[in-house]
């Protein structure tokens, strides 16, 4: 048994950087293929988004001059390369996977369909959902609580490079400290950048959970999914 039986699973695209400081790192990317696998064998049901600030970011596009709408398509189309590299890594070690995209195009991808995406899931497949909404003006986190929504997921789980949520950045702040569990509400209130506020918005209103913590230790996906609290859980 586990924790949760179908998750929405949301990897940030600078972990993907490894130590490498841009691009994917094959080291990182394997080490994430080799726990959403070893998570699926279990009998989890797993989507997968993935954002695209390894290779370009919307947001930073239109600081620097950017036309904001073609920089957000620019990052959807990086959301894209970071998911077709998980896909080829899922391949390799023999999981059944497919990528979908919000926007159309194939052969790359499956224009995504929510009826689709389940029943791949209940097969047995990883669903890799690329492209964020299809929209500019969203981020990643909105595609990942739309997409955990849609698909019906138990738990959204954000995989960061920090064991869960704290009062302050850890990294900048040795006072900071970490909560266990706090409310949507709360992370709105004390303006933690957890996710963005439209994405913590809509898990609030549609009561998808989400649980934060440290992705890039090996073997943290499965002690999640087994139980263990070594995160921070966002809840009404």
Not at 5 to 23: A, D, P
Not at 108 to 119: L, M, Q, S, V
Not at 178 to 204: P, Q, W
Request: aromatic residues 6%; hydrophobic residues 40%; proline residues 2%.
């Amino acid at each position: 048994m586990t924790r949760f039986n179908r998750i929405l699973l949301k990897l940030s695209g600078e972990s993907l950087m490894g130590e490498q400081g841009y691009g994917i790192d094959v080291k990182r990317l394997s080490e994430y293929a080799a726990q959403i696998k070893e998570v699926a064998d279990m009998g989890v049901q797993i989507g997968i988004v993935i954002g695209g600030g390894n290779i370009f970011r919307g947001l930073t596009g239109a600081g620097k001059g950017f036309d904001r709408v073609k920089g957000d398509q620019m990052g959807m189309c990086a959301t894209v390369i970071n998911s077709l590299a998980l896909s080829s890594a899922l391949g390799a070690i023999g999981q059944r996977n497919r990528v979908m995209t919000a926007i159309r195009m194939e052969p790359i991808g499956e224009f995504y369909n929510k009826w689709k995406a389940i029943e791949a899931m209940e097969q047995g497949e990883v669903v890799i959902f690329s492209a964020g909404t299809g929209s500019p003006y969203f981020t990643t986190d909105t595609g990942s609580s739309l997409r955990g929504i849609e698909i019906e997921a138990d738990v959204m789980l954000k995989g960061t490079r920090v064991d869960g949520i704290y009062t302050a950045d850890p990294e900048k702040d040795p006072t900071a400290t970490k909560f266990h569990d706090i409310t949507y509400s709360e992370v709105i209130a004390r303006g933690l950048k957890v996710m963005d506020i439209t994405a913590i918005a809509m898990c609030m209103q549609n009561d998808l959970p989400i649980y934060v913590f440290n992705m890039d230790i090996v073997g943290n996906l499965r002690r999640v999914l087994s139980g263990d609290d070594i995160g921070t859980l966002v809840h009404n």
